[in-house]
């Protein structure tokens, strides 16, 4: 599921009659949340409830030999978790793929950025490959065993630069395609 987020600055422009708010587009990003939370939270969750339900069904729970207090910091932390792990369903939402877009394309409509963003992904994950490999930061997967030679390393970068320059053609060509579907739906509906 993709979504376009625009980032907007607002600012103040002084005139002769005082000041005037204005707002700017500082950066449009199409980020991919997952449908789903997360399995730790899932388990978690499980856990959570599975507890609730022991106490709950503790025979000496609702006995006079616990303390009203015990039960209420029991209530309080059950009351906790619940509210923790409802927010970790309901709000937080994993990020899976971002796509920053470039400025020339941010002025398009959300539907033509959404049709491209999975291109676009791709072309950010190959540039953040291409410099973590350029920079020698830590670099995991089948390139961490390619860099144990220099011959490997330089070969590597060689693969990735290609896909680099085929992933942003990709790009272009889906741009420009989703941009021509929503011209011909448009120009169709008139």
Known sequence: MWRVQRHIQGYRINIPGGRRPEQRLVSVAVVQYSRYPSMSTVVRLLIAIVGITCIALWSG????????ICKLVVVIACAGWVLMFY????????VKRQW????????????VLMKAADAGARV??????LQTLKYGWRF????????QRVERGTALRCSIEDQ???????????????????ELEE???K
């Open 61 to 68: 729970w609702s006995s006079d030999d616990l303390p009203w």
């Open 87 to 94: 927010r970790g369903l309901c709000g937080g939402r994993k």
């Open 100 to 111: 920053t877009v470039p400025h020339q394309w941010q002025d398009l409509p959300e539907t």
């Open 124 to 129: 950010q994950g190959l540039e953040w490959r």
């Open 140 to 147: 995991n997967g089948s390139g961490a065993l390619s860099l």
């Open 164 to 182: 680099l320059e085929r992933a942003r053609e990709d790009l272009v060509v889906a741009v420009e395609t989703a941009r021509l579907e929503l």
């Open 187 to 189: 120009d169709h509906a």
